[in-house]
């Protein structure tokens, strides 16, 4: 039969066995939670310089279009024999590149209206009768 003082001997070790492992559990949680704030804080970084590339890339490609369909439109002011089609479709392009939601990042419609302004310039490149697209440039063109 174990004695009185074995008892509580055994009863104070497993005691400091148990507060340590809350102990332990704790320190856990606090290492848990630093490292979900420092994802976090990596991943709002990350994801607002990809938001901003992307949009610097966009707000690029639409500014192309609309100094292309303004030129165009300015050069053909001079010209009698320059098709109303052709001057219909750069007009067209201008009010679809003014109707872009500039102000609003999440709108649903956003990425129609891109593809849709994208098709429309490959239109206007057609009927003009150039292979225009933006951003992709020939090896010719940047041979110095």
């Known amino acids: 039969m174990a004695s009185v003082s074995q008892f509580c001997a055994d009863a104070q070790s497993e005691n400091e066995s148990s507060s340590e492992s809350f102990s332990e559990q704790r320190s856990s949680n606090a290492e848990l939670g630093d490292g979900i704030r420092e994802g976090e804080k990596i991943g709002f970084v990350e994801g607002y310089r990809l938001g901003w590339e992307k949009g610097a890339a966009i707000g690029s490609e639409l500014g192309f279009y609309k100094g292309f369909a303004e030129t165009a439109l300015k050069e053909m002011e001079s010209k009698k024999n320059i098709k109303e089609r052709i001057r219909k479709s750069l007009r067209g392009l201008l009010l679809m590149l003014d ?17 849709n302004i994208r098709s429309k310039f490959k239109q206007v490149s057609s009927v003009l009768g150039m292979s225009a697209d933006y951003g992709k440039t020939s090896e010719a063109a940047m041979s110095f």
Do not use: V
């Open 99 to 115: 109707a872009f939601p500039l102000t609003d990042p999440t709108d649903e419609q956003l990425f129609n209206q891109l593809e």
